[in-house]
């Protein structure tokens, strides 16, 4: 029997954060209680313990993208790895050349250090990008100077659920003798990634988009071919070979590891069956509305993201309607603002149109019956939303709301 729609929780906010697996949560378990050590204590049993899970996870973790183990620096999560990325960069080859580049639709964990960046005199060129929200790599490689020392495009969007091609971006990095950074928050795990093939010199990554804990993340830093310096953000007792002090979270690093193992060993049928549930659900939406659109590439897509903006209804509207149901009108860091979603004004999305758009995102444990009744409630309450709205009411008889000259008074 269907739970009654006033006592249904449904999770589709899966690009915010995931649920700890079970059998992650198993792997961490013991490393709280008996195998409790400081990885840096070097002098007992509990700390070497604590030293070895540490080591077998970076290295499990390395092999998952395709690196050595020393090139991966632990940190508390993929915030924190954007900002030794760029900062410690910029700070460190400031010398070379004051000059970067990154894409209007990053997130803010790239855009706000680029900020503060050109506060200390640096220069950043922001590319724009398509409908679709792709970037045009003849004006990258055109944007590319004698003194740009870095290049950071994210791997997949964390809204739209955009792909970008990082192997071409990697290329056009490497012929300028450019650095390039890429955020794969969205994609370990889900998509291949191999920092060798793709020419990835640094890449931000964490643990809670991939059914991991929470407050830990990793930063690939490539030691050779080039071998990339960073200047730390913090010091203390020299930990992660001196880029990053501070006692390690065993427990979230070994439960990171087992994450990731597991995201790898179930990619390929995970991510067939997600981006089934995600077609299905659009295919209920786009055939039982009128004037809905979807946002981001429709090929280029990562599998669990489907991001609509739903015309002549308002966002914030639309959530409160779907009580029970979790998804989102942006971002996760930046859904307590009221402004519209900065990445769909980059694609060419106005206010109007941006302020009506709800990101669904699918996860493990989502199932069809799921799928079918987040479609059916999401109906409705568009249908509802725009009963109550005279411009639905007007473009339903035909009047070009373009044209109309409202008076300001």
């Known amino acids: 029997m269907t739970e009654p729609t006033e006592n249904r929780r449904v999770y589709m ?46 290295q499990r973790l390395a092999a998952a993208i395709g690196a050595k183990p020393r090139e991966i620096v632990f940190t508390s999560g993929s915030t924190e790895s954007d900002n030794l990325a760029i900062l ?38 922001v590319l724009g990008v ?32 955009t792909i970008h091609p990082i192997a071409e971006i990697g290329r056009i990095c490497k012929e300028k003798g450019v650095l390039f950074h890429t955020d794969a928050t969205q994609t370990l795990g889900k998509e291949p990634i191999d920092v060798e093939e793709m020419g990835v010199d640094l890449l931000s990554a964490n643990a809670h988009k991939v059914y991991g804990p929470k407050g830990v993340g990793l930063l690939y830093r490539r030691r050779r071919r080039p071998r990339v310096r960073l200047e730390p953000l913090q010091y ?10 501070g006692t390690l979270d065993v427990p979230g690093i070994v439960g990171f590891a087992a ?21 299905r659900l659009q295919e209920r939406l786009t055939s039982a509305l009128t004037h809905v659109h979807v946002n981001g590439d429709p090929e280029a897509r990562l599998a669990c993201n489907l991001n609509v903006s739903f015309e002549f209804v308002e966002g ?7 009580e029970g149901i ?33 990101r669904f995102s699918l996860g493990r444990w989502n199932t069809e019956e799921e799928v079918d009744y987040v479609a059916e409630r999401t109906i409705e309450a568009v249908q509802r939303l725009r009963e109550l709205s005279p411009l639905y009411e007007m473009a339903m008889e035909g009047i070009d709301l373009e044209s109309i000259q409202w008076d300001a008074h």
């Not at 697996?21 to 409790?36: G, H, I, N, S, W």
């Not at 179930?266 to 995600?278: C, F, G, S, V």
């Not at 060419?348 to 302020?355: C, M, N, Q, T, Y």
Request: with cysteine; charged share 30%; aromatic share 4%.
């Open 13 to 58: 906010d899966h690009q915010a954060t995931t649920p700890v697996d079970p059998r992650v949560l198993d792997a961490m378990l013991p490393y709280f209680t008996e195998k409790f050590g400081n990885a840096a204590s070097r002098s007992h049993a509990w700390g070497w313990e604590a030293e070895k899970a540490v080591d077998d996870a970076r």
């Open 88 to 125: 410690g960069v910029a700070r460190m080859y400031r010398e070379r050349g004051r000059h970067l580049v990154t894409c209007a639709t990053e997130h803010k964990a790239v855009l706000d250090p680029m900020k503060s960046l050109e506060r200390d005199g640096f220069e950043v060129t």
């Open 130 to 161: 398509d409908r679709r929200g792709r970037l045009d790599l003849d004006e990258l490689r055109a944007a590319l100077r004698d003194d740009t020392i870095l290049v950071s495009v994210m791997h997949a969007n964390n809204e739209i659920g």
């Open 236 to 245: 203390g007792g020299g930990h992660e070979f001196g880029l990053r002090s």
């Open 259 to 279: 994450a990731v193992d597991l995201a790898l060993a179930e990619r390929e049928t995970e991510r067939a069956r997600i981006a089934a549930l995600r077609d």
């Open 316 to 322: 914030e509207s639309l959530l409160m309607g779907l």
């Open 326 to 358: 979790a998804v989102s009108s942006g971002s996760a860091c930046t859904s307590a603002s009221l402004e519209p979603s900065y990445v769909l004004h980059a694609l060419g999305v106005g206010d109007a149109l941006a302020h009506s758009s709800i």
